[in-house]
């Protein structure tokens, strides 16, 4: 009877904590969403793929986990997960946007000229290379980053041509 009440009290408590699941969501990932929302900011989607991506699993597997019912400390150990490769991210992309600001003009410019509807070709070619110049910066191998960037650079340029 006792492990009866016990098993009781617990799942009150449970349904209880989930009752509020609106204002429990928002106090569990105020800091991841806070996370994430600097990390679009500066654009780390494109510039830090790969911490932007390992933050994402993470939030999503905190998000599953929450619908799911599961414990409060597996959601935020996924939720720490998260606001730390949200954040890497970010200062990943801060850093990509100075190192390769050449490269990033020159995609804003073949955006603007509708490359990749026109260009297609050599617009996806430079969308690898930027993508493969971007994880190589991240990863801390600049010269094969600027490598890259330099090629994808002349791509953007003659795309942007083309759709010009």
Known sequence: MK???????????????????PALRETLFKEADEALG??????ARLLSPNHFVDGAKAYLNAENDFERGRS?????????????AFTKAKEAAENASTGLAPL???REDAVTALAENFAVDLWNEAEELFRESARNLE????ESATERAEKAESMYRDAELEGI
């Open 139 to 142: 990863t801390g191998n600049a």
């Open 72 to 84: 409060l400390n597996r959601i935020t150990g996924q939720l720490t997960s998260a606001i730390e």
């Open 104 to 106: 990033i003009q020159a």
């Open 3 to 21: 492990h009866y009440l016990t098993l009781v009290v617990a799942i009150s408590a449970f349904h209880c904590a989930y009752a509020q699941e």
């Open 38 to 43: 600097a990390a679009q900011a500066v654009d």
